[in-house]
Nanobody, 124 residues
Framework: QVQLVESGGGLAQAGGSLRLSCAASGSAISTYAMAWFRQAPGKEREFVAGVAWSGATPYYSDSVKGRFSVSKDNAKNTLYLQMNTLKPEDTAVYYC?????????????????WGQGTQVTVSS
């Protein structure tokens, strides 16, 4: 079992930055692929960014590519999401997730563990 707890969300102005963290416990994340998803009001949960078990080969959705950066620190058992040049459309609840296996997917149903989410609100 893996427990995931997100932190770092809050209110930011358009063009600003936030850094999300996802602390894992219960199991080492070194053998899990991990990802960030987000869900805006009235919309489906969508993939944002993810990394393979090693922390290499990050993958991003087109909507955040070039603005967000995902990283995984296996020694600290923590996943990060650095969000720069924020836009109002980035407003959502952001969820950390982990899946058994080495590679990420963009499909939420492939993930085995989820955090409770952290709210990110970007004002214009």
């Amino acid at each position: 079992q893996v427990q995931l707890v997100e932190s770092g969300g809050g209110l930011a102005q358009a063009g600003g930055s936030l850094r999300l963290s996802c602390a894992a416990s219960g199991s080492a994340i070194s053998t899990y692929a991990m990802a960030w998803f987000r869900q805006a009001p009235g919309k489906e949960r969508e993939f944002v960014a993810g990394v393979a078990w090693s922390g290499a080969t990050p993958y991003y959705s087109d909507s955040v590519k070039g603005r967000f950066s995902v990283s995984k620190d296996n020694a600290k058992n923590t996943l990060y999401l650095q969000m720069n040049t924020l836009k109002p459309e980035d407003t959502a609840v952001y969820y950390c997730s982990a899946k058994r296996g080495l590679r990420i997917t963009t499909t939420m149903f492939s993930y085995d563990y989820w955090g409770q989410g952290t709210q990110v609100t970007v004002s214009s």
